[in-house]
């Protein structure tokens, strides 16, 4: 529960870091301020939704309250708007992995914890604006579990399969 937290947190900070953020959308910000601070969360970020249908950081928290309420379908029709309206924000392909892995989805759950983790490295590089860098190892042991639940196997370090491919090329 202390990651997702987390999440809420620093999305609302991404508000002025995401390039789909339009001028437009000022009212929902205010009602976002709002919904940070507790009270009718819900139907604020519904509000901040009518007022700009793409605000990410919105669609993203709203997904996460739908998911702690065990609403999952709607989660994910939230998340996937999410990562729909801004491809290159990591937090809802998180949260898209964690709900399709509550529905018993593993292999789409490691396609989302990938794609989570690819764009961590890009967060990674221009400094961790969004303060999501801290829980890729949690993510990357979910990935695991997620890619046993699937039956997919683990892919091996290049170290290793380079290690390998030398040991069978020198036996010979």
């Given at each position: 529960?202390?990651m997702?937290i ?11 870091v995401?390039?789909t953020?339009?001028?437009?959308c ?7 301020e ?9 139907r ?25 309420a ?7 029709t ?13 937090a ?11 529905q ?10 990938m ?27 979910k990935?695991?579990v997620?890619?046993n ?6 892919k091996e ?5 380079d290690?390998?491919?030398t ?6």
């Amino acid at each position: 529960m202390i990651m997702r937290i987390g999440v809420f947190i620093v999305l609302s900070l991404l508000i002025q870091v995401t390039p789909t953020f339009a001028a437009s959308c000022k009212t929902a910000d205010g009602l976002m301020e709002q919904a940070g601070s507790g009270g009718k969360t819900e139907r604020l970020l519904r509000d901040a939704l009518r007022a700009c249908p793409n605000h990410v950081v919105a669609l993203n928290n709203l997904a996460l309250l739908l998911e702690d309420a065990g609403r999952l379908k709607e989660a994910e029709t939230y998340y996937r708007r999410a990562t729909e309206a801004d491809p290159m924000n990591p937090a809802p392909w998180a949260g898209l992995g964690d709900v399709h892995t509550a529905q018993g989805e593993a292999a789409e759950a490691v396609a989302s914890y990938m794609r989570f983790l690819d764009l961590l490295e890009g967060e990674r590089m221009r400094g961790n604006p969004s303060g999501l860098v801290q829980y890729e190892n949690e993510y990357r042991d979910k990935l695991r579990v997620a890619r046993n639940a699937a039956g997919m196997p683990e892919k091996e370090p290049q170290v290793i399969r380079d290690r390998k491919s030398t040991r069978l090329n020198s036996s010979h």
